[in-house]
């Protein structure tokens, strides 16, 4: 006569692969770390300046009361 065995799920994780490929990354980075610090040299562009003549400047003042001044002009909030 056959006895039946009742199947039950198996509960754990097999984490040696996990460890295993954790281990490679970690050695990955290792190696490659002290190459990112040397960097590659780029020679950039130089940009012209320009100097803005005094009537195409703005500037702009909050106070501490909240008053907004736009070119020494009172701005009102258009809420």
Do not use: C, W
């Not at 040696?16 to 050695?27: A, R, Y």
């Not at 490659?32 to 562009?45: E, F, K, R, S």
């Not at 320009?50 to 400047?57: A, G, N, T, Y």
């Amino acid at each position: 006569m056959k006895t039946r065995h009742a199947r039950t799920a198996l509960a754990e994780i097999n984490v040696t692969p996990l460890v295993d490929v954790m281990l490679v990354l970690l050695i990955i980075f290792m190696v490659t770390a002290p190459l990112m610090q040397q960097g590659i040299d780029v020679n950039l562009p130089k940009a012209k300046e320009k100097e803005l003549p005094p009537d195409e400047r703005i500037s702009i003042v909050i106070r501490n009361g909240g008053a907004i001044f736009l070119n020494d002009n009172p701005y009102r909030n258009r809420i």
